[in-house]
């Protein structure tokens, strides 16, 4: 069974950091994209960021371009997404998720940031970011 676990979320002062970790088992974990959504109160599930299974190709939604990044550690099984410059529209309830077929290429953010592209998914972790 697959598992996502997500941890590093919490409150922050605008212009503050935070580092999310998401650790998977179930599945091997180095074959597999991953990605992580948001979503803010009130509003849809949102893409935030996404990594090829490679490692070598990512992609991020255009309000978090230059204040977040994403990475992976196969041998921990783990994705992370630093972020930076935080803002107060980020808060938002964080989740990861891998992808639905291994070794797939994402090609594009469009395709990244399609739900559909992942099956499975953590239990989110909250950011708060106050003003």
């Known amino acids: 069974q697959v598992q996502l676990v997500e941890s590093g979320g919490g409150l922050v002062q605008a212009g503050g950091s935070l580092r999310l970790s998401c650790a998977a088992s179930?599945?091997?974990?180095?074959?597999?994209?991953m990605g992580w959504f948001r979503q803010p109160p009130g509003k849809e599930r949102e893409f935030v960021a996404a990594?090829?299974?490679?490692?070598?190709?990512?992609y991020y939604t255009d309000s978090v371009k230059g204040r977040f990044t994403i990475s992976r550690d196969n041998a921990k099984n783990t994705v992370f997404l630093q972020m930076k410059s935080l803002k107060p529209e980020d808060t938002a309830v964080y989740y990861c998720?891998?992808?639905?077929?291994?070794?797939?290429?994402?090609?594009?953010?469009?395709?990244?940031?399609?739900?559909?592209?992942?099956?499975?998914w953590g239990q989110g972790t909250q950011v708060t970011v106050s003003s």
């Open positions: 179930g599945r091997t974990f180095s074959s597999y994209n």
């Open positions: 998720a891998i992808g639905r077929v291994r070794y797939r290429s994402l090609y594009s953010s469009q395709i990244a940031a399609q739900i559909a592209a992942y099956d499975y």
């Open positions: 990594v090829e299974w490679t490692g070598s190709t990512t």
